[in-house]
């Protein structure tokens, strides 16, 4: 049975910091690509970051680009995302999402929610002063 997992959501101030962290398992999961997506109140869920689990390649939208960080733990199902220079727009819940597939690079696009798999319950993430 596939699990995911989400932690590291808070409440901090503008400018400030969190790392989420997202733990995979089950013996049905085989993903190509791990990854954030976030939801905030009145607005379409969007995809945020993305790596490959083979290449390492990796996503992310305009907005996070500089402050967001993805990266892989010491198992290829467990991802980190850095998020510095946290800015109230940034609120929102976040998702740990998978997808299966063969190995491939991540597409240079902010994939639908639809194209993954599996999916967290998700982690509340709130920047205000």
């Known amino acids: 049975q596939v699990r995911i997992v989400e932690s590291g959501g808070g409440l901090v101030q503008p400018g400030g910091s969190l790392t989420l962290s997202c733990a995979a398992s089950?013996?049905?999961?085989?993903?190509?690509?791990i990854g954030w997506f976030r939801q905030a109140p009145g607005k379409e869920r969007e995809g945020v970051s993305f790596i490959s689990t083979s290449d390492g390649s990796t996503y992310y939208i305009d907005s996070v680009k500089g402050r967001f960080t993805i990266s892989r733990g010491s198992s290829r199902l467990t991802v980190t995302l850095q998020m510095n220079s946290l800015e109230p727009e940034d609120t929102a819940v976040y998702y740990c999402?998978?997808?299966?597939?063969?190995?491939?690079?991540?597409?240079?696009?902010?994939?639908?929610?639809?194209?993954?798999?599996?999916w967290g319950t998700g982690t509340q993430v709130s920047v205000s002063s």
């Open positions: 999402a998978a997808k299966d597939g063969p190995p491939a690079r991540i597409g240079n696009y902010s994939p639908f929610p639809a194209e993954y798999d599996y």
């Open positions: 089950g013996g049905a999961l085989d993903p190509n690509a």
